[in-house]
């Protein structure tokens, strides 16, 4: 079966960057979709597709994929970023979504 | 501006159902398909399936095949999402969002989601 696989923890000093991965075989042919969820909160969704960000998400993040690895880099990390980060793409049947893990981001 | 409103709190018992339900406004309700998220406490998100706004046709996540409906009215812009047999494990945030397709479906995303709707179930 299908799986996307995150890092469940990532730190990083304010203002550097860091990236945040997510692994799996799918994303060699589907888009992994990047969403963010800060505590009690709805995911907002901060990339999709080939690095689109939607209205409103600061340019200092970025997406990028590799083979089986898809990335969220965030360059100048502020304390606002500080969340739990969670990747999607479709499964190996094309119809159905699946979630990575997710990786808790803190910004030191 | 866009919006999705969910219906409020549930407490259930093991063995019921639950309905929750997820108002849109601010865009052409069956242009879009609707999706259902749930987010067990201090777990990750799982999608759960989803329901064209067109046409009501559903798709489920294999976990839930047997026990979830969708159902949609287009004449209130409102989506529904019913769970029967409900476990402690069905404990649960259930959000909705609208559901984005482009690219020839290699990418998915949601945007916006509703504000959760907490399940419950304990006896």
């Known amino acids: 079966s299908s799986e996307l696989t995150q890092d469940p923890a990532v730190s990083v000093a304010l203002g550097q960057t860091v990236r945040v991965t997510c692994q799996g075989d799918i994303l060699r042919s589907y888009y992994a979709t990047w969403y963010q969820q800060k505590p009690g909160q709805a995911p907002v969704v901060v990339l999709y597709g080939n690095n689109n960000r939607p209205s409103g998400i600061p340019d200092r993040f970025s997406g990028s994929s590799s083979g089986d690895t898809a990335s969220l880099t965030i360059t100048g990390a502020q304390a606002e970023d500080e969340a739990a980060y969670y990747c999607k793409c479709r499964d190996g049947s094309g119809n159905h979504l699946i979630f990575g893990g997710g990786t808790k981001l803190t910004v030191l | 501006q866009v919006q999705l409103l969910q219906s409020g709190a549930e407490l259930k018992r093991p063995g019921a159902s639950v309905e929750v339900s997820c108002k849109a406004s601010?865009?052409?309700?069956?242009?879009?398909?609707i999706s259902w998220v749930r987010q067990a406490p201090g777990e990750g998100l799982e999608w759960m399936g989803r329901?064209?706004?067109?046409?009501?046709?559903?798709n489920y996540a294999q976990k839930f095949q047997d026990r979830l409906r969708m159902t949609r009215d287009t004449s209130t812009s409102t989506a529904y999402m019913e769970l029967k047999n409900l476990k402690s494990d069905d404990t649960a945030v259930y959000y909705c969002?609208?559901?984005?397709?482009?690219?020839?479906?290699?990418?998915?995303?949601?945007?916006?989601w509703g504000q959760g709707t907490l399940v419950i179930v304990s006896s």
């Open positions: 969002a609208r559901h984005w397709v482009a690219g020839r479906s290699t990418s998915d995303w949601f945007d916006p």
């Open positions: 329901i064209s706004g067109h046409s009501g046709d559903t």
């Open positions: 601010g865009y052409t309700f069956p242009t879009f398909d």
